[in-house]
Nanobody, 125 residues
């Protein structure tokens, strides 16, 4: 059983920074790729970022490159998404999700078998 709980969302202004946290309850945290996926109002879910089991490899979606940073802390079973220079287009529900090493690419949303409930980030101008 894998449980993921996101926190850190809220309402911010254009240009602000926000750090999202994902607490993962699982026996072997290092077995899982952890990703962040977001869904803006009226749009499909979009891959944002993912980190390999040991944090050595990181992958970013187009909208995140250069502005967002994903990190993981295996000792505390936490994953973070640092978001900088936020824009109104970053407004979305942000989900933390776990891929159990099923061979699917990190950016493939159907590779993530466990999902958190999401945290809302709203960016206002």
């Amino acid at each position: 059983q894998v449980q993921l709980v996101e926190s850190g969302g809220g309402s911010v202004q254009v240009g602000d920074s926000v750090r999202l946290s994902c607490a993962v309850s699982v026996r072997r945290f290092s077995d899982y790729v952890i990703g962040w996926i977001r869904q803006a109002p009226g749009k499909e879910r979009e891959f944002v970022a993912a980190t390999s089991w040991n944090g050595a490899s990181k992958f970013y979606g187009g909208s995140a490159k250069g502005r967002f940073t994903i990190d993981r802390d295996n000792a505390n079973k936490m994953v973070y998404l640092e978001m900088r220079s936020l824009e109104p287009s970053d407004t979305a529900v942000y989900y933390c999700a776990a891929n159990p090493g099923n061979g699917k690419p990190y950016e493939a949303l159907d590779g993530y078998e466990y999902w958190g409930q999401g945290t809302q980030v709203t960016v206002s101008s």
